[in-house]
């Protein structure tokens, strides 16, 4: 079965960064798409960055634009996210999830990494 763990959440102050990490395992990364998101308490999950990984074509939602950037490393199944100038907002449960290219949705999903921005 495909699965997802990401890793690399925690407190940080505004301003700082994280590095987030989607590990897959039973499948290869070369054919889907993955996608990061997040869900803060009493809001709806917001995409927040995606890649294909076949191609590396890059997606972000406008909120993180110039301060997040997604990457991959095919070799090793694993996706990161790079989150940098952290704001308060940004504080959220982080999920990765993956669909293979050409389908619609994302159709696996990791658990989630807790991030915290707070001075």
């Known amino acids: 079965q495909v699965q997802l763990v990401e890793s690399g959440g925690g407190l940080v102050q505004p301003g700082g960064s994280l590095r987030l990490s989607c590990a897959a395992s039973?499948?290869?990364?070369?054919?889907?798409?993955i996608g990061w998101f997040r869900q803060a308490p009493g809001k709806e999950r917001e995409g927040v960055s995606c890649?294909?990984?076949?191609?590396?074509?890059?997606s972000y939602a406008d909120s993180v634009k110039g301060r997040f950037s997604i990457s991959r490393d095919n070799a090793k199944n694993t996706a990161y996210l790079q989150m940098n100038s952290l704001k308060p907002e940004d504080t959220a449960v982080y999920l990765c999830a993956a669909r293979l290219v050409g389908e619609i949705q994302f159709n696996y999903w990791g658990q989630g990494t807790q991030v915290t921005v707070s001075s």
């Open positions: 890649i294909d990984t076949s191609d590396g074509s890059t």
């Open positions: 039973r499948f290869s990364l070369d054919y889907y798409v």
